[in-house]
């Protein structure tokens, strides 16, 4: 495999563990706010994360190169409130989406046609992941401090959390 390309994706597999390990601790401290549809739903996110690392190292090492699996990184144990949660985590997403737009450039300098028709399928669950963070994050905008609309918000979060859990993805459900 190319050396170029192997070392980006590499990185990527950084990428995607830190994002894995960051709303697993978004999702527990959700969870210890009492906010379990948040956590529910964060937890799931945080098992896609890891199923988005997986998929890079398999097809790093199918193709001849070697994956590296890299340290835990310690994330953070307190957030301020429920809104900076998903403000960081859309800040993280838009970080993870110029690192794909990376990749994607260095395949075509490279001529790797294959890797860019794989991160393809990274592109454009980017987009969805923006898309879905900034829809949350502009509910509770709406919602400020409501408690009632908190309450909502929450049981919204764990049906969504239901539907996208990696092995019902994997079902086609
Ligand atoms: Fe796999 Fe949300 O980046």
Same mark, same amino acid.
């Given at each position: 495999m190319n050396a170029r390309v192997e070392k980006a994706l590499n990185q990527q597999v950084v990428k995607e563990s830190s994002s894995s390990q960051f709303y697993l601790a978004m999702a527990s401290w959700s969870e210890t706010k009492g906010l379990n549809g948040t956590a529910k739903f964060l937890y799931t996110h945080s098992d896609e994360e890891r199923f988005h690392m997986l998929k890079l190292v398999k097809f790093i090492n199918e193709r001849g190169g070697k994956a590296i699996i890299p340290e835990v990184e310690k994330p953070p144990? /307190?957030? /301020?409130?429920l809104e900076h949660v998903f403000e960081l985590l859309l800040e993280h997403e838009l970080d993870v989406t110029a690192s794909i737009n990376d990749l994607v450039d260095i395949c075509l300098q490279e001529k790797d046609y294959s890797t860019h028709n794989f991160v393809q399928w990274y592109v454009s669950e980017q987009l969805e992941e923006e898309a879905l963070a900034r829809t949350i994050l502009d509910k509770l905008k709406l919602i400020g401090g409501d408690k009632g609309g908190m309450y909502m918000f929450d049981r919204d979060l764990e049906n969504s959390a239901i539907g996208a859990s990696p092995a019902n993805q994997a079902q086609g459900k």
């Amino acid at each position: 495999m190319n050396a170029r390309v192997e070392k980006a994706l590499n990185q990527q597999v950084v990428k995607e563990s830190s994002s894995s390990q960051f709303y697993l601790a978004m999702a527990s401290w959700s969870e210890t706010k009492g906010l379990n549809g948040t956590a529910k739903f964060l937890y799931t996110h945080s098992d896609e994360e890891r199923f988005h690392m997986l998929k890079l190292v398999k097809f790093i090492n199918e193709r001849g190169g070697k994956a590296i699996i890299p340290e835990v990184e310690k994330p953070p144990v /307190e957030f /301020e409130n429920l809104e900076h949660v998903f403000e960081l985590l859309l800040e993280h997403e838009l970080d993870v989406t110029a690192s794909i737009n990376d990749l994607v450039d260095i395949c075509l300098q490279e001529k790797d046609y294959s890797t860019h028709n794989f991160v393809q399928w990274y592109v454009s669950e980017q987009l969805e992941e923006e898309a879905l963070a900034r829809t949350i994050l502009d509910k509770l905008k709406l919602i400020g401090g409501d408690k009632g609309g908190m309450y909502m918000f929450d049981r919204d979060l764990e049906n969504s959390a239901i539907g996208a859990s990696p092995a019902n993805q994997a079902q086609g459900k």
